[in-house]
């Protein structure tokens, strides 16, 4: 079994260190396949990759985060836990794969494509699994060297398909999974399942307590994508090359997940921790720390972007997506709403609001599948960019209006 570590200094770093590691690698993975695939190509491919993120966000908002939040406050209780959901794997692994299947029809539906876009997602449904029970350890440091040795399997396969110049997309997901996969076997070593003596959770019985726990935040999943990820799927009703350019930008926005998912990451655990410690005052009073920590880099991070956007867009692809730069200028204003998202996310995880989560990402589901449908197919990648700010914007402005109230130091 991973040892526990007390959660401080040492744990944070290694989060941010794991999470750079993550976020390095999807970044260069998707540079290189907007650089050196043929447009059609990097379209169906970056769909799939979209595809898998949203079959995972039920896996995290259903398995690895109340593993978080529930391992967290009953630590005694985690190996058993651990050990039942991996066994529910079973089930968990075909409906994502039956998921991204039913998806496929929106662009990416080549039978080669399919078959490695379904190996990828099963290999990754069991990684996460393995590397969020290191995060509920605070046992961050394990994580992060498979993060790194999977990183430099899938750059070292993907320099060698531009090296021999292969560019079908199925070969380039076929990489993916073999680097989740070579985390898999990495991670029984390291980050290994051990239950405590005589001690065993039946897995349909963890689901059904994690899923009591955070039904109105697996719910939100549908309508978090109906609200701000569905754009590059309405753009693929258009041209190809729309679809191209505008997960192109994000390609490179994809660089901001090193803070995002390192919040995604390590928030739930210790924000449990400090509730089950400290009180609700506590954790109120670090989540506002949080969220001020946040207004002030995007209020510096934002203006410096809009004068790089460009050259860096030049720089990574030359004349090939000019239409990027507009994306990466303007969609960065709704990423950064969503890290607030991510934060008031864990505190409501904690405090048992998540009904919140569920009702401020239904809203902005109702504007894009209304506005958002509408902007898109009359301006086109325009419509969706400023539609797809919307959708981030509204779920976390609302977030914020609905938990305030709670989160506001007592006077």
């Known amino acids: 079994m991973v040892g526990s570590q007390s959660p401080g200094r040492s744990s944070k770093v290694w989060a941010l260190v794991d999470q750079a590691c993550q976020s390095a690698t999807n970044f260069l993975t998707m540079v290189l396949a907007a650089r050196y695939l043929p447009v059609e190509a990097f379209a169906q491919f970056s769909l799939a990759f979209l595809a898998v993120l949203f079959a995972a966000s039920f896996h995290r908002a259903w398995v690895t985060q109340p593993m978080n939040v529930l391992g967290g406050q009953t630590p005694d209780q985690l190996p058993a836990r651990a050990a039942a959901l991996w066994r529910a794997h079973g089930l968990l692994i075909p409906s994502g794969v039956m ?17 490695a876009t379904a190996l990828y997602l099963s290999a990754l ?19 992060s060297v498979v993060s790194l040795c999977m990183g430099v399997v899938q750059i070292g ?36 399942f ?32 109906g609200s701000s990820q569905m754009y590059p799927f309405l753009l693929a009703g258009i041209v190809a090359s729309q679809v191209a350019t ?21 928030l739930p655990a210790q924000t449990g921790r400090i509730l089950a410690q400290q009180g609700e005052e506590a954790l109120c009073r670090y989540t506002r720390r949080a969220l001020f920590q946040l ?22 692809y030359g004349s090939k997506f000019p239409g990027a730069v507009d994306v990466l200028r303007w969609v960065a204003i709704g990423i950064w709403a969503s ?12 405090l048992g609001t998540t009904r919140n989560i569920f009702i401020s990402n239904a809203l902005g589901a109702a504007f894009s599948c209304t506005a958002g449908v509408y902007f898109t197919y009359k301006y086109g990648l325009q419509g969706a960019i400023w539609s797809n700010v919307v959708g981030y914007v509204i779920p976390a402005a609302l977030q914020m209006i609905n938990l305030w109230p709670r989160l506001r130091p007592v006077s």
């Open 99 to 115: 998921l991204v299947v039913l998806m496929s029809p929106f662009g990416f539906a080549a039978p080669w494509l399919l078959f």
């Open 194 to 225: 051990t239950p405590s003596l005589g001690t065993q959770l039946k897995a349909r019985d963890v689901l059904a307590e994690q899923f009591g726990h955070s039904r109105w935040v697996i719910a939100s999943q549908i309508v978090f994508w």
């Open 157 to 192: 396969g993907l320099a060698l398909l531009v090296g021999f110049q292969q560019g079908h997309p199925g070969l380039w997901m076929g990489v993916l999974a073999t680097a989740q996969l070579s985390g898999i076997l990495l991670g029984l070593a390291l980050l290994r």
């Open 339 to 350: 890290m607030f998202s991510v934060v008031l996310n864990a505190a409501a995880l904690a």
């Open 246 to 266: 505008f997960n192109a930008g994000m390609s490179i926005l994809n660089a901001a997940n090193v803070l995002r998912m390192t919040l995604a990451n390590y």
């Open 125 to 143: 449904f069991l990684q996460e699994m393995q590397r969020r029970y290191a995060y509920t350890r605070f046992c961050i440091m394990r994580a």
């Open 295 to 316: 207004t002030i880099a995007g209020l510096v991070g934002w203006p410096l972007l809009l004068f790089v956007a460009e050259p860096l867009v030049h720089f990574l």
